[in-house]
C-alpha cells in the first residue's frame, strides 16, 4: 500500500497536533517509502512566512516526534515539496493564490491534481475554509483526479450541532470524500479487536450473555488539560473521549461480524451495534462524573481544574466521566458495558477487559477459591499493548488451592515490526483513499444521540464531584459499581 501522487494541504499548521501527529506522521511515511517521489506538502496558515519557514517547522516537528530515525536523504526529498501559503482563512486572495499554487505543483511534480485538505483547526473555521474550497473549485475534482477533505474532532457539540457542521462539509463534498478521523481506529491495538474476534474460533463462542458477566472500557490519563483550557472547559471527558473512542471501542467488541473489512460491512455493523445502545432509566445511578482537584502526579503537586489557565472558577465541566450502557441485542441483553475515562489519574492506560461469569459450580472448598476472580479478556490498548487473559490455576503442592494467573500476549515480544503511529496509518489511508478506519456521520450521531440525553442530566446536576489528582477518580463511580455489585479493575 503505497500512496499514488497527490499533494496534502494542512490548514492549521502551526497547532499542536500538527506539529507532534501530522508533521511527523508525514516523514515517517516517507521514511518508509510509502509516499510518491512528487508528494507535495502545503502548509496554510495565517503567519508572515516563506516556504523555508514552514520546512523549519516540519524539521523540527519531525526530529522532536517521529517514530522512525532521521535520516537525511529522506528528508532532503521529503523537503523539497515543502510549501507554504500564507492568508486569513476568510481572505479570498490568500484561497486564489493557494488554488494557483497547487496548480504550479501539479505542473513541476507531477502531483496529477489530487488534493487532500486537511482541517486541523476549531470547527468554527470549517464553514469558512469549506466554502473557500468550493468557491475555488479546489473541492470539485476533474475527471481522473481526487479530492478529499479530513476533519478532526469534535464533531460538532450535541447531535443538533453534528447535523449542522455535517450539512456544511456535505454541501461541498461527497461523503466519500470526507474522512472523519478518530485516531483511536488507527490503533493497532483497537484494529487488533477485529482480529482477536474474527481472525480466531477461540473466543467468538463465549463472547456473548451466555458467558460475559460485564465489560469495562477504561482511558485514564495522568496528564491535565495542559493549555487546552480554551478547548476543553465546557466540554469535558464525554465529549471529549467518550463521545467518540471509547464508543468506537464498544462498537468494536460488541459488533457482530462484518462480511468483509471493507468500510460499506465495517460501518453497518458498527452502526447496528451503536443503535442497540440503551442507556439505563435512572441515570444518576448509571453515571458519574468528577474533576480533578490539586494532588500528586509523578511526585510533583499538580494544581486542580478550576486552578488551571483559562477555566472559570464557577465551571462544571468534568474530567472524569463513567457511564453504564446496555446493548438491546440477542448477543448482548443484560450485559452492562461500563465506560469510564478520566483526566490526571494514578496512570496512563487504555483497555477493554471482557469479564466472564463465574463458573456455575466450584467443586472445591470455599477457603480454595478465595482469591478467585472472575475470568477476564483485557485487551491491552496501550502503553503495554497486548491482550492478557485471567484465570484460575492449581496452585502447586499438595493440597487443591487454586489461584488467578495471567497469560500475556505482547506486541514487542511477538513481532519484530514496530507498530505505525495512529496518525501515520489513517493519513496514508486518506492518501490513499481507503475509508473503513473512518466513522461515518450516521456512527458520529447515533454516539451522539447516546451522550446527550446524558449530558442533559450532568448540566442539571451542579459542578461535578472532586477528586484528588493522582487517584482513580470520584467516588460515585466507585458507589456505581458498588449498586451493581461490581468493581472497577484495579490498574
Ligand atoms: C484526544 C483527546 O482525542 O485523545 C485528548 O481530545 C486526549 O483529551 C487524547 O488526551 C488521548 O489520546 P491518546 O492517543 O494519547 O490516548
Redesign the pocket.
Known amino acids: 500500500r503505497v500512496a499514488g501522487p497527490c499533494v496534502l494541504v494542512l490548514f492549521g499548521v502551526t497547532g499542536d497536533l500538527a506539529r507532534k501527529k501530522l508533521l511527523p506522521a508525514i516523514y515517517d511515511l516517507a521514511n518508509r517509502g510509502l509516499l510518491p517521489p512528487g508528494f507535495s506538502l502545503v502548509g496554510f496558515a495565517r503567519r508572515d512566512w516563506q516556504d523555508q519557514d514552514f520546512a523549519q517547522l516540519t524539521h523540527d516537528a519531525v526530529k522532536e516526534h517521529a517514530r522512525t530515525p532521521f535520516r537525511e536523504e529522506v528528508w532532503k526529498q521529503l523537503s523539497e515539496g515543502i510549501f507554504f501559503c500564507p492568508g486569513e482563512f476568510t481572505d479570498d486572495g490568500a484561497f486564489d493564490a493557494l488554488a494557483m499554487m497547487l496548480k504550479e505543483i501539479d505542473q513541476t511534480r507531477g502531483t496529477g491534481g489530487n488534493y487532500g485538505f486537511y482541517l486541523s483547526v476549531p470547527p468554527k473555521f470549517f464553514p469558512v475554509v469549506v466554502q473557500q474550497l468550493k468557491r475555488t473549485g479546489l473541492a470539485n475534482a476533474p475527471e481522473g483526479s481526487w479530492r478529499r477533505v479530513v476533519i478532526e474532532?469534535p464533531f460538532g457539540h450535541d447531535l443538533r450541532s453534528a447535523q449542522e457542521l455535517n450539512a456544511i462539509t456535505s454541501a461541498v463534498f461527497p461523503e466519500s470524500s470526507v474522512f472523519r478521523i478518530d485516531?483511536?481506529l488507527g490503533?493497532e491495538t483497537v484494529q487488533n479487536i477485529l482480529a482477536l474476534r474474527f481472525a480466531n474460533n477461540l473466543f467468538e463462542p463465549i463472547w456473548n450473555r451466555g458467558y460475559v458477566d460485564h465489560v469495562q472500557i477504561t482511558?485514564a490519563?495522568d496528564?491535565g488539560i495542559g493549555g487546552?483550557a480554551g478547548y476543553?472547559d465546557g466540554i469535558g471527558a464525554a465529549r471529549?473521549?467518550i463521545q467518540?473512542?471509547l464508543l468506537q471501542l464498544l462498537a468494536l467488541v460488541a459488533m457482530e461480524d462484518p462480511t468483509s473489512f471493507g468500510a460499506d460491512s465495517l460501518r453497518r455493523e458498527k452502526e447496528k451495534v451503536l443503535k442497540a445502545v440503551q442507556l439505563p432509566p435512572d441515570l444518576e445511578l448509571s453515571t458519574a462524573r468528577g474533576r480533578y482537584g490539586p494532588g500528586w502526579q509523578g511526585g510533583e503537586p499538580v494544581a486542580g481544574y478550576t486552578q488551571e489557565d483559562g477555566i472559570p472558577p464557577d465551571s462544571i465541566t468534568e474530567t472524569y466521566a463513567a457511564v453504564k450502557l446496555e446493548i438491546a441485542n440477542r448477543r448482548w441483553a443484560g450485559v452492562p458495558f461500563y465506560l469510564r475515562t478520566g483526566k490526571r489519574l494514578s496512570r496512563r492506560v487504555?483497555e477493554v477487559a471482557v469479564i466472564f461469569q463465574r463458573a456455575p459450580h466450584l467443586p472445591f472448598s470455599k477457603d480454595d477459591t478465595e482469591i478467585l476472580g472472575q475470568n477476564a479478556l483485557v485487551i491491552r490498548v496501550?502503553p503495554d499493548e497486548g491482550i492478557t487473559v485471567r484465570f484460575g490455576s492449581k496452585v502447586p503442592g499438595t493440597a487443591m488451592e487454586v489461584r488467578d494467573v495471567s497469560m500475556d500476549f505482547a506486541y514487542g515480544e511477538s513481532f519484530m515490526e514496530s507498530s505505525p503511529e495512529?496518525y501515520e496509518r489513517l493519513l496514508l489511508d486518506v492518501l490513499i483513499g481507503d475509508p473503513p478506519l473512518f466513522p461515518h456521520q450516521r456512527e458520529v450521531e447515533l454516539s451522539w444521540k447516546i451522550l446527550d440525553p446524558i449530558e442533559d442530566f450532568w448540566a442539571t446536576q451542579g459542578p461535578p464531584e472532586e477528586y484528588p489528582s493522582g487517584t482513580w477518580g470520584p467516588t460515585s463511580a466507585d458507589e456505581m459499581m458498588a449498586r451493581d455489585g461490581r468493581e472497577w479493575r484495579r490498574l
Open positions: 474532532k485516531h483511536y490503533k482511558m490519563e496528564i487546552r476543553y471529549d473521549v467518540n473512542h487504555t496501550q495512529a
